[in-house]
C-alpha cells in the first residue's frame, strides 16, 4: 500500500526559509523520479522540480533558483528546500512519483505573510 506523507510546512515571513519533506512508502523508492508540486489558493496543481534516483535535478521556472530539491534513498525521502520565499509561494505543496501515483497526500501549507 502506498503511502505518501508531506511536512515542513508552516508561516513563514517574505524572505524567509522553508525546507519540506516528504516521506513514502510502497513502492522501490529509489528507482523512480520524484517530483514536488504546490496548488495555490484557487489554481491548479502545478510541478515545481523533480529528482532522479541518481539526483539529477529539473526545476520549473516558478522557483527556480529559490529551491533546492533532493532526496535520500536510504530514508525514502525527498526534500524541498525554498528559500527568499514571497506571498505568491503561498500554497499547498504535494509530492509524488513520476509516473504520478492517482492517489495523493494531504500536502503541507505553506503561507509567505508579514
Known amino acids: 500500500q502506498v503511502q505518501i506523507v508531506e511536512s515542513g510546512g508552516g508561516v513563514v515571513q517574505p524572505g524567509g526559509s522553508l525546507r519540506l519533506s516528504c516521506g513514502l512508502s510502497g513502492f522501490t523508492f529509489r528507482d523512480y523520479v520524484m517530483a514536488w508540486y504546490r496548488q495555490p489558493p484557487g489554481k491548479q496543481r502545478e510541478m515545481i522540480a523533480t529528482?532522479?534516483?541518481?539526483?539529477?535535478?529539473v526545476y520549473t521556472h516558478s522557483l527556480k533558483d529559490r529551491a533546492t530539491i533532493s532526496r535520500d534513498n536510504t530514508k525514502n525521502t525527498v526534500y524541498l528546500q525554498m528559500n527568499s520565499l514571497k506571498p505568491e509561494d503561498t500554497a499547498v505543496y504535494y509530492c509524488?512519483?513520476?509516473?504520478?501515483?492517482?492517489?495523493w497526500g494531504q500536502g503541507t501549507q505553506v503561507t509567505v505573510s508579514s
Open positions: 529528482v532522479s534516483g541518481s539526483g539529477d535535478t
Open positions: 509524488n512519483r513520476i509516473p504520478e501515483f492517482s492517489t
